[in-house]
């Protein structure tokens, strides 16, 4: 199989601007397509192909993590965690844990408003 690599996530989420918005302040992703008739809205890293999905729903499907435990956005410098983690609190996200990796690279896990955990 040839492929481009994974480019997308899907996420369901209780209130569709809030979390557009969340996304929007935390990570810097921008609108790129919009139906609002399913209340879903892609988002992406402006200069990068990924897509982040939101979509509407209510009930047991918000915040549910089906087996997967969290998604990533690298930092171009670790150094600016602090910095990042306190952009993602001011954005409405909430710091899980703050730890280190790999031979002491700094990372931190976060939830955002839904509880969806981000690694960054």
């Known amino acids: 199989m040839?492929?481009?690599?994974?480019i997308h996530i899907h996420l369901v989420v209780s209130d569709l601007e809030r979390s557009q918005k969340?996304?929007?302040d935390a990570f810097g992703l921008k609108a790129i397509l919009r139906h609002e008739e399913e209340r879903m809205v892609f988002l992406q890293t402006p200069g990068v192909g990924d897509v982040l999905t939101l979509r509407e729903g209510s009930?047991?499907?918000?915040?549910?993590?089906?087996?997967?435990?969290?998604?990533?956005?690298?930092?171009v410098d670790?150094?600016?965690l602090d910095q990042a983690i306190r952009e993602v609190e001011a954005a409405g996200g909430t710091l899980l844990e703050k730890s280190e990796i790999g031979g002491g690279l700094p990372t931190a896990f976060l939830a955002d408003p839904d509880g969806y955990r981000i690694q960054i």
């Open 2 to 6: 040839k492929h481009r690599g994974m």
């Open 22 to 24: 969340f996304y929007e």
């Open 59 to 75: 009930g047991d499907e918000v915040g549910q993590r089906g087996g997967i435990d969290h998604f990533g956005f690298p930092l």
């Open 78 to 80: 670790a150094n600016d």
